[in-house]
């Protein structure tokens, strides 16, 4: 038997293993219905103001090889919804899962054949892997469902989890840079011109991806966690958090303000002389005696969506036509707009508009670009192992064979579409300070958008703190009220 002929039926053995291993159902959930259009309708009713029914919805998925990705996005809807209690338990579980993956060795034996699979198949045979955006928008989200449930010591836990988390992605980074380099060197498959294609397809996203230096540092955590040292009386803490938060966004005038209000608290003449010199606008005196902070947070619809974009690659052998192979990538049709602020009125005067501390949207699309590397070097893979089928199949059966393989190719070629959908498109911010007491604070999003209208609870020296998540024409709204050292007076309303 020839090294072609052998390698043929390793391939054809593996496919028929990856197939077998995937009608017993021990792989993902989103095969053969990619994962946007199961998620899509949760989202219609959030945007409709309609309940969400995430249980029936997902049914056992939880317990799929993408528990990761589904528990998230069941925590994520159910804290949409105004249920914390729910959010915690999912994203505890989402968050277990991610550690236990991490500690998994690196080969086993279902995950061998799922690597193999992909090689026959596509991408989505593979387990999901959250993106380090992801990973740091969890311990993010969890974070704001303690601070919702009147929790500071659990919120400040998870912050910290973030922080970390943080770190660890730009390490992991760093290494997976390191690795496409290194792959890119030693496997020089040929792509024909698919390669330069791709690359053209995804220079439109360069103005997106530009509007951050990476895909996992997220000023808006940063902020949070600030919120939460602050409230609990670590102003030194807070304004670490609150310096890191504006080196990543810094031209948001929240966090310019923060900075420097807290600098002049903490003494530091140096700090104040420098923050006023670059940001000359930003000077506001601390909060006086008798009144405290109202903090908004505002989630701001849902992160766009992967879209798949698919090139044919013809497969031709001394002269003859072989067949066809088609390589399938994930991208994202999208545009560097700039978010809608809300307007903020108190006790009906307009104090001000929100500004956006965080594009989630701009992180997706650079996690993106980011392992497109990655992602040419399995698409050669995948294409030369199609191509030897082909090419036996056409020596050994005629060219009307190949075709047929060519036609099951195209259709089984997908794209894996799989991510977090209901994190928000955007996080805003907005602080302000109230005297002591009662205060109304209408929330809206210009003349046609999302309002709302609540009572907030000001302490003297306290933080109230307002999270809004904006899906369509409905705003979902909670709020926590501390007095002075985190001392909860409210929770949750």
Known sequence: MSATASLSNRLMSGAAGAVLLLCAGCSTSSLFVSYPKQVNPLLQDLRAGRPAPVESRFGNKADSADRILYLAERGRIMQVQGNPQASLADYRLAIAAVEAQENEADITVRGTVGQLGAVIGNDNVLPYRSAGYERVMLHHLQALNYLMAGDAQGAAVEVRQAGLEQRLALDRHEKDIAKAKADAGSRRLDLGNADQRVASAYAGLDEVAGKVKNSFQNAATFFISGVIYESAGQPNDAYIDYKKALEIMPTNVFLQQDVLRLARVLGMSEDVDQLKARYPGADLPPVPAGAGSVVLVIDDEFVPQKQQIKIPIPIISNGRYCGLVALAFPYYQTSARDPAPFTVDINGTRRGSTQVVCSTRALAVKALKERLPAMLIRQAIRASAKGIVAKELTDNYGPAAAIAASVVNYVTEQADLRSWCSLPDNVQIARYALAA?????????????????????????????????????????????????????????
Do not use: W
């Not at 210009?446 to 409905?474: M, Q």
């Not at 501390?482 to 409210?490: D, E, I, S, V, Y």
């Open 437 to 493: 007491g009662n205060a109304q604070v209408t929330v809206s999003q210009g003349a046609l958008g999302p309002t709302a209208a609540l009572n907030v609870r000001v302490a003297d020296r306290g933080v109230t703190v307002i999270y809004a998540k904006r899906a369509g024409s409905a705003l979902y709204v909670q709020q926590t009220a501390f007095g002075p050292g985190g001392t909860l007076l409210a929770a949750g309303v």
